[in-house]
T-cell receptor, first 115, second 111 residues
């Protein structure tokens, strides 16, 4: 497809379970971002990749959160031992180049509900 | 770090009314400014952008001007339509495309 694809669209996890969220960026896009969007709030930055290198992970809320992009394309965001406060929409975005003028293209997100 | 402040919502307007959504930012250096829109059931989409001072971004009848002296990027539209009902996010970015978003504002347009 032409856009950023995220799966699953919805995920329900019991507290304490591990989850893995997948992002397929637009082909050829160098930069990839993960954001967390709580209900009624704007997206909050989690982490950033340029190709396979994770250049910024300052937004990851705890060491339970881990992201990877081993081949510089598909990325996975993993959350270990999920907590209720992890419930949110997780957004992935990609851009063609690094730089402040390069707009981000967002996927539809994965809505995570931790019960 | 960068930050964005948007006016409080929600906003409800009648069709063909004039729209202004305020946005101010703090950022170092020479940021780019964006408005993103999220229609019901859809993902975030870029609405318009401006990359330097005094630039005007425009799309779908919406406009916003990058005002460095007032650190603002207010969104305007002369005549809103029901189809403009959505959540609007102002955002600022720095050197590595990392976006910082405002909280968003919900716009509802009545027929």
């Amino acid at each position: 497809g032409a856009g950023v694809s995220q799966s699953p669209r919805y995920k329900v996890a019991k507290r304490g379970q591990d989850v893995a969220l997948r992002c397929d960026p637009i082909s050829g896009h160098v930069s990839l971002f993960w954001y967390q969007q709580a209900l009624g709030q704007g997206p909050e930055f989690l982490t950033y990749f340029q190709n396979e290198a994770q250049l910024d992970k300052s937004g990851l809320p705890s060491d339970r959160f881990f992201a990877e992009r081993p081949e510089g394309s598909v990325s996975t965001l993993k959350i270990q031992r999920t907590q209720q406060e992890d419930s949110a929409v997780y957004l992935c975005a990609s851009s063609l180049a690094q730089g402040k003028e390069s707009p981000l293209h967002f996927g539809n997100g994965t809505r995570l509900t931790v019960t | 770090g960068n930050s964005v402040t948007q006016m409080e919502g929600p906003v409800t307007l009648s069709e063909e009314a004039f729209l202004t959504i305020n946005c101010t930012y703090t950022a170092t250096g020479y940021p780019s400014l964006f408005w993103y829109v999220q229609y019901p059931g859809e993902g975030l989409q870029l609405l318009l952008k401006a990359t330097k001072a005094d630039d005007k971004g425009s799309n779908k009848g919406f406009e916003a001007t990058y005002r460095k002296e007032t650190t603002s990027f207010h969104l305007e539209k002369g005549s809103v339509q029901v189809s403009d009902s959505a959540v609007y996010f102002c955002a600022v970015t720095g050197a590595n495309s990392k976006l910082t978003f405002g909280k968003g504002i919900t716009l509802s347009v009545r027929p």
